[in-house]
């Protein structure tokens, strides 16, 4: 199952049990995700820095006694004490931080160290930075989780912090094809990375397993960690997301969907065929909208005090639309969206989970954008948790396509579990 | 009205009119508040540090032919430039930070000037710093935003920055005697400010004048400046507040409310007297979970990498609340939330305006403590507009007494406009 040999292969779970039955040590890991680092960053350019005292923290981490240590990357909008933190931009102050982000200074006490700081777009808006796609590297990664995407699906890293505003987990875990999850908004802590749409900014994880999807949010939310109980997918509801969104997908991606919905069926899971016309067409407007203006507002700073330094697609992007709504217009579609999410959760009491595609397709090839995040800014404003599984693979590119499946608000638990049933049965034992 | 002489003493509003008539010079106007910190600073306690190239910052800006500079503090858990942010630590980095916060950027790009940083209790919390209240340098200035409201009520600056997350704004203001105004939630930008409790945090800004915090409303939802307009009382029907918040009010300041109330009665206003019990009582429990919770997370960097620093009320109090919450009980607090908003907002359907104490009293004669904020958190977690109106003054003491009033959800024009008349009609002609 796992390769003792190359442990940069293996997943979190499965080295803190290798390193509990001794046939590991944290520092042969982390060792080897470095010289995995070594090998691969030349071509991916996955990470804006490297933790130069990585194994110096280990040691001391040895002295004291704690438990086995986890190498982890942090997209470069996320604080982390003795690193600097650039946010995709080349102007601002490359001294080193002192203060953790929460999410990190968390995962510092449950024994993570920070291998990097990963590569995100400019600010976390669409100007790419240097990343490429690992499984072909004259595609885009996705974004603005470019790195964490990129380092995890490499083996460079088991995990990876990312945010997600727009599509910025879901997208680049699909296009990279690892998992990518995005919980019920609000559910990691926020403080100490770069806001960009604080109403919908989600902090997120992205890894190679559901179980260590699932290990790494008991860490993030401060609760024990216990084994995932796969869900029977003949207890399951699931709705397949026809409608507006379903128009804007590749046929190939229509079609592996479609067929995986067929295979859920046949192994006895319940599907209903749903639109969600009103609820996703107000969703994509109202997204547009708050993340427009409150964007403009978060890097008041940059436009500020640093203008002619942004790309262009920044300036006359986003920030010119939210120039465009004013303050009344904004708080009225706050007021609006909690209507929304009042709708949302109705579906969600007949329908556990929606599935539709991640993307509209594989990787672009190209390094000049990210790709579209149409099918991931609607879960991103409602705050429903969301998950990106690597099912399947384009025919002629062979690039990995994910499948997203989101659940009801704050019911992540049978997200995972469901999750972790659908890689069993249509991928691998994990 | 307005002393030339003494320029310190001016409003926004009334110094930007003398300097458009060529009466007042920005420079002038900047050198005598720095006069005035310079005198009364030693008593009062009230800055964390002066930016020293305030004269030079201004210069550069006259060199580029802007229009006239406004002096401003700045609440030390929030970002400027150039200056460090310590947050009523000692242990944080005293390095300047490089980026503004959004809201900074936002006041820099409107023609203010940081005259300095402004003492926070630690972290925002209850620890309280070394400022005193102007009125009786024993008695506490109340917090967290303690330095914001003394240095603006002793003429020291004519505006500050203040955030609130339980009562950090509205009591301070009413403990020191001027005008704090909380706006409705996320109506001005967050990035670059300690969050405490992001689901409830608010910036907010603290005056001597209506007409200024309404100047100031307009720069941060970067809108333009129009004349605000007193509202007729006649037009208006206030909420007058009983319930069981009222009981906490000494017998003094019930008798001065009820007294108003009835000023505001003859001179036109419809009244109607409320208890809201259900309403108080839930938004009160939901703001000890909520903000317990949120707080311990976001402030896992001071909680994992530097607790022996923490005072013992920051350690044994909110830290240890929130750790008795798990995420599933979070997350029903939060949509439990929403239908206590929701609730409210049928109450403003015929109610303009809620009336009641912005505290228990006046300032209390310690400055181990910062007072209770029990009239303020249930309007911090609800995102209700409140402001609070310097209004009385305790009878043996003299100590300023505030009145507190509360609008609808994103209806803050009302509010700003019948405060105004209310200061017109009870105080003086500003």
Redesign the interface.
């Known amino acids: 199952m796992s390769n003792t040999a190359n442990p940069y292969n293996l997943s979190v779970v499965e080295a803190l049990n290798l390193i509990d039955k001794r046939a590991l040590s944290s520092r042969e890991w982390i060792t080897s995700c470095l010289e995995r680092i070594s090998q691969r960053e030349p071509k991916v350019h996955a990470f804006v820095n490297i933790n130069t005292r990585v194994l110096e923290e280990l040691d001391k981490l040895n002295d004291i006694g704690v438990g086995p240590s986890i190498p982890v990357g942090v997209k470069d909008i996320i604080d982390v004490?003795g690193l600097p933190t650039m946010m995709g931009t080349n102007f601002?102050?490359n001294?080193p931080?002192?203060?953790?982000?929460?999410?990190?200074?968390?995962m510092?006490?449950a024994g993570c160290i920070v291998v990097g700081k990963t590569v995100t777009t400019e600010l976390g808006h669409k100007h790419p930075g240097p990343t490429r796609n690992p499984h072909a590297l004259n595609h885009t990664p996705g974004g603005s989780s470019s790195g964490s995407a990129a380092a995890v699906a490499d083996s460079m890293i088991p995990v990876s912090l990312g945010t997600q505003t727009t599509g910025s987990i879901i997208r680049p875990a699909a296009y990279c094809g690892i998992i990518g999850y995005k919980p019920?908004y609000?559910?990691f802590?926020?403080?100490?990375i770069?806001?960009n749409s604080?109403?919908i900014d989600t902090l997120g994880i992205l890894t190679r397993t559901v179980k260590d999807t699932h290990y790494f949010r008991q860490i993030l939310?401060?609760?024990p960690y216990y084994v995932l109980k796969p869900r029977t997918l003949n207890s399951l509801h699931f709705g397949f997301l026809k409608g507006p969104l379903w128009l804007e997908a590749e046929t190939e991606v229509q079609n592996l969907i479609a067929d995986h919905v067929d295979a859920l069926a046949r192994k006895g899971a319940k599907i209903t065929e749903l639109s969600l016309e009103n609820e996703i067409n107000k969703l994509l407007e109202l997204h547009r909208l708050i993340s427009g203006y409150?964007f403009r507002?978060?890097?008041?700073?940059e436009?500020?005090?640093h203008e002619n330094k942004l790309s262009r697609v920044l300036r006359e992007g986003r920030l010119a639309d939210g120039h465009t709504t004013?303050?009344?217009e904004y708080?009225?579609a706050?007021?609006e969206l909690?209507h929304v999410?009042?709708a949302l959760g109705k579906i969600f009491l007949e329908i556990d989970i929606l599935v539709m595609p991640s993307a509209k397709g594989a990787a672009l090839p190209t390094l000049k954008e990210t790709g579209d995040p149409i099918f991931n800014s609607v879960w991103s404003i409602s705050g429903n948790p969301s998950i990106t599984l690597p099912l399947f693979n384009a025919k002629e590119s062979n690039l990995p396509i994910g499948c997203q499946f989101v659940s009801d608000?704050?019911n992540d638990n049978i997200l995972l579990e469901a999750a972790e049933t659908i890689m069993l049965e249509f991928v691998s034992p994990s």
């Open positions: 004490r601002h102050d001294r931080v002192s203060r953790d982000a929460g999410s990190v200074a968390i510092r006490e019920t609000n559910d802590d926020k403080s100490g770069l806001p604080p109403s939310i401060e609760e409150e507002r978060s890097i008041a700073d436009r500020v005090n004013t303050n009344q708080q009225m706050i007021k909690t999410k009042l608000f704050s």
